[in-house]
């Protein structure tokens, strides 16, 4: 059964991945866009929390947690989203509906095997000033697009308690903006169109050790570091002028974008299958993100730096009388520096999560749902701050591969 809902999703999503626009924030127009990938439901409704090393739910992030799948076990998440947009005089609501990542976990014995497909980042932005005054100039910005991510990974169980591993990361993707010009009481506007192709390949590798300090209790660790890598962007620009067949200019452009290394380091303290709390820390370079189209003298891009805590809690998780006793419930906290420093502010992010695990009836597998609300960055030095609100749903299947059937 589990294959063949693996073989429709990817169908499905190999095509929503690049149809859908992921973002409708203002600040996706920086870089390569927003950050789409915060982790599985399960992760993301602890704020990123991601230590334990679990058996039936995949850690994207950290190839290490591979090693310890009990279970072959696919997943596949994505988020309705409701965006505030205001800035110190206006406001303005956005929707969007976007696939968030699919992905597949094997266990190979001490081994343990993940590969899958997810949006990296999304450009999603329509920002106009129009001035009525005769001889004004008036303009329109929209871009689209983004950076989508294959990965394969490993993981190796070098003892009960401590698992590596790593994995392979191929990024891809094309943004596309325009930007119009019109002068008021003049026929004819000016169009800029600005298409980059990107493409780039990392490297990522993870650790994770848990061991018990009483009976019951354990404690749990993981580390994970991303190396820097370049993203080569093959752009095209077209310049043309509405009514002139004549005035049309295009060129090609060949730049090569710079992601930063990045460190993340967990830990927490709980008892198996009943409760958890933790913490997460993540510290990534500035990196090179300005394209040509996008560059600008007040935009710097400095370390991005994230705080998270988190947990889960099952108050019964192998009970026969009680459903809701055996439901996984997840929140956490999370502040983010997000290293995007616009007319000298820092663009950060502080948010909320709470979430669901429902167990299906005679199965390890289960579905999720989350809900995250949060704000990012200012009203202040004529920015615009967004209050969020995300509704997030999650499917996780498990079953049992590569088994020999046995007959009496």
Same mark, same amino acid.
């Given at each position: 059964m589990i294959k063949k809902i693996i073989i429709s999703a990817c169908l499905l999503i190999s095509f929503v991945s690049f149809a859908q626009q992921g973002t409708s924030s203002p600040y996706s127009f920086y870089g390569i866009g927003d950050t789409r990938f915060k982790g599985t439901l399960e992760n993301r409704s602890m704020a990123g929390v991601a230590v334990e090393q679990d058996s039936i739910h995949l850690n994207i992030e950290n190839p290490a947690s591979y090693a310890s799948l009990g279970q072959t076990t696919f997943s596949v998440g994505g988020t309705f989203a409701v965006n505030n947009i205001k800035s110190s005089t206006e406001s303005s609501k956005a929707q969007r509906s976007t696939f968030d990542y699919l992905a597949l976990g094997i266990p190979l014995g001490k081994f343990g095997a993940g590969f899958g497909l997810l949006p990296l980042s999304s450009v999603g932005y329509k920002i106009s000033d129009i001035n009525p005054a005769e001889g004004a100039v008036s303009s329109q910005l929209e871009?689209?697009?983004?950076?989508?991510?294959?990965?394969?990974?490993?993981? @190796?169980?070098? $003892?009960?308690?401590?698992? /590596?591993?790593?994995?392979?990361?191929?990024?891809?993707?094309? /943004?596309?903006?325009?930007?119009?010009?019109?002068?008021?009481?003049?026929?004819?506007?000016?169009?800029? $169109?600005?298409?980059?192709?990107?493409? %780039?390949?990392?490297?990522? /590798?993870?650790? =994770?050790?848990? $061991?018990? #300090?009483?009976?019951? /209790?354990?404690? +749990?660790?993981?580390?994970?570091?991303?190396?820097?890598?370049?993203?080569?962007?093959?752009?095209?620009? =077209?310049?043309?002028?509405?009514?002139?067949?004549?005035?049309?200019? %295009?060129?090609?452009?060949?730049?090569?974008?710079?992601?930063?290394?990045?460190?993340?380091?967990?830990?927490? #303290?709980?008892?198996?299958?009943?409760?958890?709390?933790? $913490?997460?820390?993540?510290?990534?370079?500035?990196?090179?993100?300005?394209? @040509? +189209?996008?560059?600008?003298?007040?935009?710097?891009?400095?370390?991005?730096?994230?705080?998270?805590?988190?947990?889960? @809690? #099952?108050?019964?998780?192998?009970?026969?009388?009680? @459903?809701?006793?055996?439901?996984? +419930?997840?929140?956490?906290?999370?502040?983010?520096?997000?290293?995007?420093?616009?007319?000298?502010?820092?663009i950060n992010d502080v948010g909320l999560s709470l979430g669901a695990g429902l167990p299906i009836t005679g199965t390890f597998s289960n579905v999720n749902f989350g809900i995250e609300f949060g704000k990012r960055g200012t009203t202040s030095a004529g920015l615009v701050q967004e209050n969020y609100m995300n509704f997030s749903l999650s499917f996780s299947f498990n079953d049992r591969w590569f088994v020999k059937s046995k007959f009496n």
């Open positions: 871009g689209k697009g983004g950076v989508n991510k294959v990965f394969f990974g490993l993981g @190796y169980k070098i $003892t009960p308690k401590w698992n /590596i591993g790593a994995d392979l990361q191929y990024n891809f993707g094309k /943004i596309t903006t325009t930007t119009i010009e019109a002068i008021t009481g003049v026929q004819n506007a000016s169009r800029e $169109t600005n298409s980059s192709e990107l493409s %780039g390949v990392n490297f990522n /590798i993870g650790t =994770m050790y848990q $061991t018990k #300090i009483t009976k019951k /209790i354990n404690i +749990y660790s993981s580390l994970s570091y991303t190396f820097g890598s370049k993203l080569n962007s093959v752009s095209s620009r =077209m310049i043309e002028v509405d009514g002139d067949p004549d005035a049309v200019k %295009g060129e090609s452009v060949e730049t090569n974008l710079k992601l930063p290394n990045k460190l993340t380091f967990g830990a927490g #303290i709980g008892e198996a299958r009943k409760w958890l709390i933790g $913490t997460s820390f993540a510290f990534q370079g500035a990196g090179e993100l300005a394209n @040509y +189209y996008n560059s600008s003298p007040n935009v710097k891009y400095e370390k991005y730096n994230k705080y998270a805590v988190g947990g889960y @809690y #099952i108050p019964n998780y192998s009970s026969f009388a009680s @459903y809701f006793s055996r439901i996984t +419930y997840r929140a956490g906290l999370k502040y983010e520096k997000l290293g995007l420093v616009v007319n000298n502010q820092n």
